[in-house]
T-cell receptor, first 113, second 115 residues
Framework: DAKTTQPPSMDCAEGRAANLPCNHS???????VYWYRQIHSQGPQYIIH???NNETNEMASLIITEDRKSSTLILPHATLRDTAVYYC??????????????FGKGTKLSVKP | DTAVSQTPKYLVTQMGNDKSIKCEQN?????MYWYKQDSKKFLKIMFS???????INETVPNRFSPKSPDKAHLNLHINSLELGDSAVYFC??????????????FGPGTRLLVL
């Protein structure tokens, strides 16, 4: 079972910031928080990951609370192409058998004009 | 260049047939995976290989047999196809058993329909 809880759906106006929350209250000290998204009919796409510190890349920012029990993915200026299902996943960051991704139901983000 | 490619993109076949799906990655990754996404959109790991060795084999019927001829390829052969095998199958790869190795890159998927 997925170790994360996300709202099933969210709406966001085009051009505004999309803030997607994720609860992972049982996360252990050596587990990372990963975010992927799946645009309709495509394969999942990696967005960002982090352990403790906030992270930013060209796609998004990841804010992790100090107790690491929750995080927020921020898309600073959402576009219609950001409409997708967003998955928050916690995983041991060793690859292979240690870290297979367990996908939950995710949050369906709808960006509206 | 496509990083992770799968063939075919669509596969329609009759129950009882045997079929294969191919996956290739040109990222130089050590680890490759097969996932299944069913009609309810749940995405589940099936297998993973690291350097051609099987690492993860989730509860998958033994009609499904992955084969990794080399690090860049992981094929999925399915015997005696059943209606319940209809799904989208995604291949993925990741750098492997090292820190940062869990960033997985997915292929476009193979849509299998068993009639």
């Amino acid at each position: 079972d997925a170790k994360t809880t996300q709202p099933p759906s969210m709406d966001c106006a085009e051009g505004r910031a999309a803030n997607l929350p994720c609860n992972h209250s049982t996360i252990s000290g050596n587990e990372y928080v990963y975010w992927y998204r799946q645009i309709h009919s495509q394969g999942p796409q990696y967005i960002i990951h982090g352990l403790k510190n906030n992270e930013t890349n060209e796609m998004a920012s990841l804010i992790i609370t100090e107790d690491r029990k929750s995080s927020t993915l921020i898309l600073p200026h959402a576009t219609l192409r950001d409409t997708a299902v967003y998955y928050c996943i916690v995983v041991l960051n060793y690859g292979g058998s240690q870290g297979n991704l367990i996908f939950g139901k995710g949050t369906k983000l709808s960006v509206k004009p | 260049d496509t990083a992770v490619s799968q063939t075919p993109k669509y596969l329609v076949t009759q129950m009882g047939n045997d079929k294969s799906i191919k996956c290739e990655q040109n990222l130089g990754h050590d680890t490759m995976y097969w996932y299944k996404q069913d009609s309810k959109k749940f995405l589940k790991i099936m297998f993973s290989y690291n350097n051609k060795e099987l690492i993860i084999n989730e509860t998958v019927p033994n009609r499904f047999s992955p084969k990794s001829p080399d690090k860049a390829h992981l094929n999925l052969h399915i015997n005696s196809l059943e209606l319940g095998d209809s799904a989208v199958y995604f291949c993925a790869s990741s750098p492997g058993l090292k820190a940062g190795g869990e960033t997985q890159y997915f292929g476009p998927g193979t849509r299998l329909l068993v009639l």
